[in-house]
Structure formats: C-alpha cells, structure tokens
C-alpha cells in the first residue's frame, strides 16, 4: 500500500506512519514544519516534506491520512482531494487497526499520554505484552509507537479532540479527567461529558471502564451521569438520577481518598523517588515504587496498575515495571537535576494540568524559587480558561510567558498572552519572545526552572537547557 500522510509531524499521525512503514508499506508525507520527531521519520526512511506543492505529489497513493489540525485551503489537500483519492482521519485509521484486538484506550482531558505509556511498558515487561500507539514519546521505547504481533493488547490514547475517541471500541478504557476542554468544538462543557459518556458506552460488554472517581460530575459538585446494572460496587456514591447512563462494568481509583475500588495510601518520598501502597479489591501491594517523578504521577500509576492487574499482570511483574518507568518526553521531564539548579520541561497546556505540575514541584522542592516559562497553546482556549490560567500561574514565584502558538486557529481579536498576563496580581511577570527567554531566565537566578506548553516551546527546551548549563559552569 501507498500511504501519504497530511500532517505527519503530528504525535499520532507519527505514530501510524512508523506502523505501516515497519509493516513494510510505501509512507510518504507532508508537515507545515520540521521537528526533532520529522527528523527521526527521514532517518528510519521516512519521505518528508515541507512546503505544500500539489504539482509533487506522488502519482501512486492508495490512501491518505488526514489530521484535523490540516486547514482545508492547504493546496495539496485540495488537489487530492479533486483526483479523488481515498481520505480518512487518522482517528477512523486508528478505529480500524484496533478493530478485532483487545484495545485498551486512555481518554481524558490529562493525564492520559503518561498513563497509557505506562500501561504500554508494564504490558509489554510482563507475559501479556502489547503493541501500543501512543500520544508521546516513551522514554523506556524511545518511540511512540510499539509492535508485538504475538499479543492479542492493543494500548492507545483516545483523543477527545475532534470526537476522535468515538472511533475506538475499545475492551477496557480509562477517563482520566473530564475539565473543560476543546471547547471550540463541543460548545459547552455539558456536550464534552457526553461524548464521554458515549465512548464510555463503546466499551466491550465483557470489558470494563477504570473510572477517576468523581470526573463525571458538574462544576457544582452534582453527579453528571448514573450507572447502570452492571456496576458492582452500589455503594460509592452511584445511586443518583442524572442526565446520562453508564452501562459498562465500572471500577473506580484515586491517589486520594478510600471510596474507590483501587486507591493510593501512605504515599511518601526518598532520594527524589516515591513510594507508595495500593489498596486493590485483592488486597495491599505494599512499598511501590515510582523513580524521578511528579506526585500526580501516582493517580496515573494506581489507574495504569489496575488496568495492568485486570489484564494478568502479576505484581511482581508490575512492581519490576513500575520501578522502571522512565516516563515520557515532555512530561515531567528532567533536563536538569544538579544541587544547585533544576529544570523541568512539561507538556501541560490546560490550568488542571499546569496546576497539578506547579504543586508536584512545589511538594519535591519546597523553599525553592520557581521559574516557570509558559506558551499558551490556541487562541479559544486562551480565552475560555483566561482567569484559570492566571489563577495557577500565581503558584509560581516568576512568571514568563511567551506569545500564544495558534496551532490550527486564526488570531481572535484581543486575545493575546498579555491578556493573561494582566490578570496575574504580581511585579513578577514578564512577556517574552524565545530569545528573550535564554537571556531572562538566567538573569533570575532561579531554583527550578520550568518550561510548560503544548506548542512549538519544545523547540526552546534544548536551548534553553544548554544556556543554564553555561551558566553553572
């Protein structure tokens, strides 16, 4: 097969283009930019390019695969799509190749690319194994994508961007997290739980849905949804009247609080790493390990072990896999972790992300100053959550942020970084271009340093990462 991608540079689109160049198929593409990931594409003998020419498309393309973030006006979208050529989004590639295996997906508005990561490596470290297609680029694979044709388990983030998610049927799934997000698509915060509820309602009859305890609830408290009869622990607040209906087979987990069925206790930390026990429906595993990670990592571990512990995972198995967990790129990633200086770099993009990031720093270095560098990612996001960024971005001790990254968006007049900015009640705050970041943040002096953002700040991390080290020379 001849496969041409649109917007190969994409995490996702990445990930489905090493699947069928592995597989042996003929994968050529398009992005807007280079990146360190195109690199690595043109390295494993990926074509890629970078300027839209619809006059050098290739003659032989059987399908191309399409990412919404592609603007329809993009000429060669344009021109493929008038010779007629098959098209689908990478979500309906992503629904076939999982059709007919034992999917396990990941969905919600955070946390979901570390966790499905993770239950990729304690799969894959144990005797069920795996393939996986995932949203990051896993530190333990150094890729994000994983091919093990002897295993029935397929591990895959379920994005909720686009309604992506309801192309998946998945054998078991996990939400993490139901915040207002994407709201330029479903309208209301209302209409996003409600996609939820309906993938939630794709799983398989003989599967099960690992559930955050309490994410389907309103921004007043009141439950969102009720269960159904097959839910089997009546007695965790699930006897409610609401809007919607959960029929899957549902277990509930938190890192905080005993009315789950898998829950986190005596969490604590030594040397940098954290330990904690977890109550599972069998019983205690006692003394697990996690090596260089935030604290909100634990939710994610407890929810990744409880999917694990379903599939057959023993737990020696899982507690060997746990320990080893070197975690994602950009996700609580250690550039630098020397005495005198520490810079994180962190995907976060969404207040409940930043918030949860800003607070694990905090737990693992108290007393110390904070720097941290934010790139808001889209324009209507920006927007919808203005006063919730501000909010969070107080926790720091100095703020920096950087110009919006539009991604797929056209400027919105009037929202700008300094919107935020003047929202935030301190002298602390400063906006700055990248370049200007390289010769602020030293100047700081800072403790930690912290670099957050879903946008094309990725690109500064190796810079700035560099400049600090000069600096402590």
Known sequence: MNYYFLGIGGIGMSALARYFHRRGDTVRGYDRTPSSLTDQLQTEGIEVHFDDAPDRLPDAIDLVVYTPAVPDDLGEMQALR???????????????LTSGKRCIAVAGSHGKTTTTTLIAHLL??????????????????????????????????????????????????????????????????????????????????????????????????EPYVEYGPHHDHEHHDHHISSHETIHTPISTYTARGIEADYYAINVRTYNGNIFFDMRTPDGVLYDLELCGTALFNVENAVAASAVALSCGVDQYQLRSGLKSFEGVCRRFDYRIREKELVYIDDYAHHPAEIRS??????????????????????????????????????????????????????????????????????????????????ELVPALCPDVVLTLGAGDIDRLVPRLEATLREQML
């Open 82 to 96: 008038q010779r007629g050529v098959p098209m689908k989004k990478r979500s309906q590639v992503l629904g076939e």
């Open 124 to 221: 894959a470290n144990s005797s069920c194994g795996c393939s996986a297609f995932l949203g990051g680029i896993s530190k333990n694979f150094g890729s994000n994508i994983l091919v093990n044709n002897k295993s029935e388990y397929v591990v895959v983030e379920a994005d909720e961007y686009d309604r992506s998610f309801l192309q998946l049927h998945p054998y078991m799934a996990i939400i993490t997290a139901t915040d207002p997000d994407h709201l330029d698509i479903y309208g209301t915060h209302e209409a996003m739980m409600d996609a939820y509820v309906q993938f939630a309602n794709q799983i398989s009859p003989d599967g099960r849905l690992f559930l955050k305890q309490g994410v389907f609830h309103t921004a007043d408290g």
């Open 357 to 438: 990031t800003i607070e694990s720093v905090r737990y693992l270095y108290p007393d110390k100053r904070v720097v941290g560098i934010f790139q808001p990612h889209l324009y209507s996001r920006t927007r919808d959550l203005a006063d919730q960024f501000a909010e969070v971005l107080q926790l720091l001790d100095e703020v920096v942020m950087m110009p919006i990254y539009p991604a797929r968006e056209k400027p919105i007049l009037g929202v700008t970084s300094s919107m935020v900015l003047r929202k935030i009640p301190t002298m602390s705050k400063y906006l700055c271009t990248p370049d200007q970041v390289l």
